[in-house]
């Protein structure tokens, strides 16, 4: 183990442990309720982070996922079911929305696959809104209730800790997997895959049902959280801003989404207090992002800090995922503005 | 090379396991300061207002004490301008009256939450639990009120509703904690239309309304008090929301052939784009045409001028109304916002500061479930909103206009041309019948 | 709902419905054709040109003017942004979508901050007033203005591609860049000149369309979810694959929210799905 990975253990422990002591810190409940919600996103974020960087699909429509699956909990509590129950329904709808898309977009790559997953989202949103009878319309499901045990806020914010290291830890395990592997080679070249006689669209749709079941789970966590869900949940701006989150903390990067959710969930949640035109803020720090921060504030960082250590040291590996178009006739990646 | 990366991946993966199962642990033991979540913050380390308390100290505030008031509003998105105006209107009345009644001080922390019902409850924890405020005020759309209003009931924190419309939030999901505050709810403001279309004589209607709560709950108080007093409704239109063409629903009302129509819309583009197709067709004068409170507001005014003069509308509110009350609050308001002309959403605004103070000025300093009970018990013989009184479920009691627009000075106003008086939120039924009854839909209209 | 004039005023609110939609997919589908970016910001391109629109109309009265200011100014915008932030991420198919999101955000909130949250329409005088009359036949003049706009742009589009010298190179650039550039022709320049073409064209379609739908705060979404749909069905970067999925879009919702008033929404999806199943690169669209 050299010294650089040694130091990404330390600090990775030092988060683990930051993360649970949170609440023990003489924090307010709403600072406790605030770290949930930026879990929660960052779960979320971490099921997009996951499609985009590992399989090169940028998805559009997880917000939309998250939501029905969110609204599968809602309909089921309406219905008196028991809390198992609305698990599974929850689970169940939202897996079903994530095969519904999966079937749609996986002969599609690229710019067609963002589109699709677009227009399947808006289409999650215009049910939630009109499909009235089900969903009760604009005003929303209110008063789901989550398990007693996880009644506490401070109980339900370390379910959410817990939620997210295992969300984090399955996701490592299916890149570093062969899955994972071939996910890449399919991301690099469609067409070497294809000659080499792996199916494609198949890779592309299991992959996207594990991204979608975990954002399923997420969009269960977050009405556990909220107690309640209406159609603004699946609106098309909160899978923007999911987007916008994995880019800022750096695709392809493991602590990225969490990085990036803190970011926006802060500017929605605590700089709108104090200005106005937080929209406006939140825009142009992602084109600040995306201009000069190309592999993320996490991605960005970890190559400024290999660099000078490259120029200390030498030469050393450069595997970072970063944001690039990937060309279908080479398997390197493009590197990103000098 | 590989190979140790794959080793780092494997100890940080073990690193997370441990740490999943340590929460598991943790769970075990509560950590004392977020046990409570109605316990605001008050640990003076953690404070990071300590320094400016003692500044604050020195300004003695009004001896009554202070009233911190939350107050949550869509101050960008999609509804900014409504959510702006139901703020000005709150403003106003304290800039006219200074914010100090009854001895009590008023200081308001306003926050912004787009329109976003998750957002408004994380502004409306962050107000409770940070700010510690005695009462929160808003927000403005239904789904965001009734999500806020269950949150607030839970940690004993009043939730006033200046705007927000649906029926629910007085009656089958009302509790102590939560009134009305300034408007009324969805098939109360309307019931008196339909009553006064059929006096009018119209025998047969139309209605127009979008596809959800607030669409279902104003055209079932349309159709009740319409049908209720001989007229039929022969054909009920639904608009899914989000609708922006209205073409093909104005050519069904034409079809529909009724002696009356009554259009609903929640307010913003809706309503000038419907008139838009309406007046397109050449219905001005063939067709009766009357719309609801937000179709026909100073948004759908100030957005077709001229066009819409003689046009008929049913609301709680009515700017063009003759009273020393609401010529002192539309003078002051043009004053300041550039001559513009109050809508309800700020009259409401206005209305809950009106109340407000005056419960402060009878009571002193109230907070909880005493301030509700206070405003319960409060009435006026005239408010911008003409007389106006509580019921036991917390819902505004009051006059009902029927508005036609009218120019007076250069400027559009809906001026009122008939007046319902005490209508509450049970048209002519009793509350618990009223409320036994299966929640108003497409299929269920009363 | 199934008497001739009411079959015939349907007929026609499809028809200037689908017009609209044609207006604002058009643009939109030219930049994808040539440089394979979706433009997100499109939607918001057309609420900044309503705003505009309906400003100098109010001013001066004449719808003409008004969709040349605000086309110009529109097209400036979209400049400053193509040469600003576009040009350093050229050819990278997910950081130019994802800068035109950043756009998006920045000035949907700006038009909010400036232009106010109230909907605005294009002002009676710079409209056009009254409606046609044809035995029990009423139909709004504007609406047919809509259309016959809309299939003026739609010619003029077509032929430009066909006839032109710029249209020749556009369609070389869509073929082979790298053929376009041994010809000695600056491709970067007619990148940016399209994208402006593009935004000019959704400015167009935003003073135009503010005589049947209010400019307003949240426009920006729903043109943007239209054009797509529109471009998906008819094809990435066909003009006639847009023009063909706007009139069968406008279409199909005109009589489905009158008939089957409680599918209306899917309507306009379900067309979207079956393309999307059978033919993923839309009906007249290139496979990749």
């Given at each position: 183990m050299t010294r650089a990975q040694k130091l990404n253990v330390v600090g990775f422990a030092a988060l683990i442990v930051l993360l649970f002591a949170f609440p023990y810190l003489g924090t307010s409940g709403y600072q406790v309720s605030l770290a949930s919600t930026v879990l929660i996103a960052a779960i979320l974020a971490a099921t997009v982070n996951f499609l985009a960087g590992d399989g090169g699909m940028g998805s559009l429509g997880h917000g939309a996922i998250a939501a029905a699956a969110a609204y599968g909990a809602g309909w089921s509590s309406l219905q008196g079911h028991s809390i198992t129950m609305q698990v599974v329904v929850a689970m169940g709808t939202g897996i079903v929305v994530t095969l519904a898309y999966g079937l749609l977009s996986m002969r599609t790559n690229g710019i067609y696959f963002l589109m699709v997953t677009l227009a399947v989202g808006m289409v999650i949103y215009g049910l939630a809104y009109r499909l009235s009878s089900v969903t009760r319309g604009e005003n929303g499901i209110t008063g789901i209730q989550r398990p007693e045990m996880?009644?506490?806020?401070?109980?339900?914010?370390?379910?959410?800790?817990?939620?997210?290291?295992?969300?984090?830890?399955?996701?490592?395990?299916?890149?570093?997997?062969?899955?994972?592997?071939?996910?890449?080679?399919?991301?690099?070249?469609?067409?070497?895959?294809?000659?080499?006689?792996?199916?494609?669209?198949?890779?592309k749709l299991v992959a996207f049902m594990i991204s979608g079941t975990i954002a399923s789970y997420a969009g269960l966590l977050s009405v556990w959280h909220t107690h309640f869900v209406s159609p603004s949940s699946a609106e098309v701006h909160r899978s923007v801003l999911l987007f916008v989150m994995v880019i800022l903390g750096g695709l392809g990067t493991t602590l990225g989404p969490l990085v990036g959710a803190t970011i926006v969930v802060l500017v929605e949640n605590v700089v709108s207090n104090s200005m106005e035109r937080w929209p406006t803020l939140l825009g142009v720090i992602f084109v600040l992002a995306i201009l000069f921060a190309r592999a993320g504030l996490v991605g960005s960082t970890a190559k400024l800090v290999r660099r000078m250590r490259q120029r200390r040291a030498g030469a050393g590996p450069d595997d970072a995922a970063e944001l690039t178009d990937v060309p279908p006739t080479s398997g390197t990646t493009t590197s990103v503005r000098p | 090379m590989k190979s140790t990366t794959t080793s780092a991946h494997r100890r940080l993966g073990a690193l997370m396991s441990l740490g999943a199962a340590a929460a598991l642990v943790l769970a075990a033991c509560a950590p004392a300061s977020s046990s409570d979540p109605t316990t605001p913050a008050s640990d003076p380390t953690t404070s990071?207002?300590?320094?400016?308390?003692?500044?604050?100290?020195?300004?003695?505030?009004?001896?009554?004490?202070?009233?911190?008031?939350?107050?949550?509003?869509?101050?960008?998105?999609?509804?900014?301008?409504?959510?702006?105006?139901?703020?000005?209107?709150?403003?106003?009345?304290?800039?006219?009256?200074?914010?100090?009644?009854?001895?009590?001080?008023?200081?308001?922390?306003?926050?912004?939450?787009?329109?976003?019902?998750?957002?408004?409850?994380?502004?409306?924890?962050?107000?409770?639990?940070?700010?510690?405020v005695d009462v929160v005020v808003g927000p403005l759309l239904a789904n965001t009120a009734l999500a806020t209003a269950a949150?607030?009931?839970?940690?004993?924190?009043?939730?006033?509703?200046?705007?927000?419309?649906?029926?629910?939030?007085?009656?089958?999901?009302?509790?102590?904690?939560?009134?009305?505050?300034?408007?009324?709810?969805?098939?109360?403001?309307?019931y008196p239309g339909g009553v006064w279309a059929a006096e009018e004589g119209h025998k047969t209607a139309v209605t127009l309304c979008p596809d959800y709560a607030f669409g279902w709950e104003s055209c079932a108080g349309f159709k009740q008090g319409f049908e209720q007093n001989g007229g039929e409704v022969v054909s009920q239109i639904w608009y899914p929301n989000g609708t922006s063409d209205f073409a093909t629903y104005v050519s069904q009302i034409q079809a529909a052939n009724a002696d009356i129509a009554f259009v609903v819309t929640a307010g913003g583009a809706p309503g000038p784009d419907f008139l838009r197709s309406f007046m397109g067709l050449g219905l001005t004068d063939s067709q009766e045409l009357v719309m609801n409170c937000c179709g026909m507001d100073q948004a759908t005014l100030r957005a077709l001028g001229d066009e819409v003069l003689g046009f008929k509308s049913i609301s709680y509110w009515a700017e063009g109304r003759q009273s020393p009350v609401v010529e002192e609050f539309n003078n002051a308001y043009a004053e300041r916002y550039e001559g513009k002309i109050p809508s309800a959403n700020v009259a409401g605004g206005y209305m809950t500061a009106s109340l407000v103070a005056k419960v402060l000025e009878e009571n002193g300093l109230v907070t909880g479930e005493d301030l509700v009970a206070a405003i319960g018990d409060a009435s006026f013989e005239d408010s911008v909103l003409g007389k106006v009184s509580w019921d036991e479920y917390n819902n505004t009691v009051g006059s009902v206009y029927i508005r036609e627009v009218q120019e007076r000075d250069g400027k559009l106003y809906n001026v009122p041309i008939r007046e319902f008086n005490d209508v509450d939120q049970w048209l002519g039924l009793d509350p618990d019948e009223a409320m036994a009854r299966e929640t108003y839909s497409q299929s269920f209209q009363g | 709902?199934?008497?001739?004039?009411?079959?015939?005023?349907?007929?026609?609110?499809?028809?200037?419905?689908?017009?609209?939609?044609?207006?604002?997919?058009?643009?939109?589908?030219?930049?994808?054709?040539?440089?394979?970016?979706?433009?997100?910001?499109?939607?918001?391109?057309?609420?900044?040109?309503?705003?505009?629109?309906i400003i100098i109309a109010t001013m001066t009265g004449n719808l003409l003017l008004a969709a040349i200011v605000s086309m110009i100014a529109v097209g400036v915008t979209a400049l400053v942004v193509e040469l600003g932030l576009l040009r350093f991420v050229?050819?990278?198919?997910?950081?130019?979508?994802?800068?035109?999101?950043?756009?998006?955000?920045?000035?949907?909130?700006?038009?909010?901050?400036?232009?106010?949250?109230?909907?605005?329409?294009?002002?009676?005088?710079?409209?056009?007033?009254?409606?046609?009359?044809?035995?029990?036949?009423?139909?709004?003049?504007?609406?047919?203005?809509?259309?016959?706009?809309a299939v003026a742009v739609g010619i003029a589009l077509a032929l430009i591609q066909s006839k032109t010298r710029v249209g020749a190179v556009v369609r070389a650039g869509v073929d082979d860049r790298e053929i376009i550039s041994a010809?000695?022709?600056?491709?970067?320049?007619?990148?940016?000149?399209m994208f402006v073409v593009g935004a000019a064209l959704a400015a167009l379609g935003g003073t135009i369309g503010s005589g049947?739908?209010?400019?307003?705060?949240?426009?920006?979404?729903?043109?943007?979810?239209?054009?797509?749909?529109?471009?998906?069905?008819?094809?990435?970067?066909?003009?006639?694959?847009?023009?063909?999925?706007?009139?069968?879009i406008g279409v199909i919702d005109a009589f489905a929210k009158a008939w089957i008033p409680e599918f209306a929404y899917f309507t306009i999806f379900a067309p979207m799905a079956l393309v999307l199943v059978f033919r993923p690169t839309g009906l007249f669209g290139r496979t990749a």
């Open positions: 996880l009644a506490e806020p401070w109980a339900f914010y370390l379910f959410v800790v817990a939620s997210f290291l295992v969300v984090t830890l399955v996701l490592l395990v299916v890149s570093r997997s062969p899955f994972g592997a071939g996910l890449r080679g399919v991301r690099d070249s469609e067409s070497r895959m294809r000659s080499l006689g792996y199916y494609v669209p198949a890779f | 990071d207002a300590a320094p400016s308390d003692d500044a604050n100290g020195e300004t003695p505030a009004g001896e009554g004490g202070t009233l911190k008031v939350g107050y949550i509003s869509p101050i960008t998105g999609n509804f900014a301008i409504a959510g702006q105006e139901m703020v000005d209107g709150w403003n106003l009345f304290w800039e006219i009256n200074g914010s100090e009644a009854g001895g009590v001080t008023v200081e308001t922390i306003v926050e912004d939450d787009a329109g976003n019902p998750e957002l408004s409850l994380t502004k409306a924890r962050k107000l409770v639990e940070s700010d510690g949150y607030t009931s839970s940690v004993g924190v009043p939730n006033l509703h200046p705007v927000a419309a649906a029926d629910d939030l007085t009656q089958r999901e009302a509790n102590d904690l939560t009134l009305r505050t300034g408007s009324m709810s969805g098939s109360q403001m309307n | 709902m199934f008497e001739p004039v009411f079959l015939a005023q349907q007929a026609l609110n499809g028809l200037s419905f689908g017009a609209l939609l044609f207006l604002l997919a058009s643009g939109l589908t030219l930049v994808f054709g040539l440089q394979r970016i979706v433009n997100l910001a499109h939607g918001a391109f057309y609420m900044l040109g309503g705003y505009i629109g050229r050819g990278q198919e997910m950081p130019e979508v994802l800068l035109t999101i950043g756009v998006m955000f920045v000035v949907a909130d700006l038009c909010l901050a400036f232009f106010g949250g109230d909907p605005k329409t294009l002002p009676a005088q710079a409209s056009i007033q009254g409606a046609f009359q044809l035995g029990g036949l009423t139909y709004p003049w504007y609406r047919l203005f809509v259309i016959a706009v010809m000695g022709v600056n491709i970067s320049w007619v990148f940016t000149g049947v739908l209010s400019i307003r705060p949240g426009i920006q979404n729903d043109v943007l979810l239209y054009a797509l749909v529109v471009i998906i069905i008819g094809g990435l970067g066909s003009i006639k694959g847009a023009a063909v999925g706007a009139v069968l």
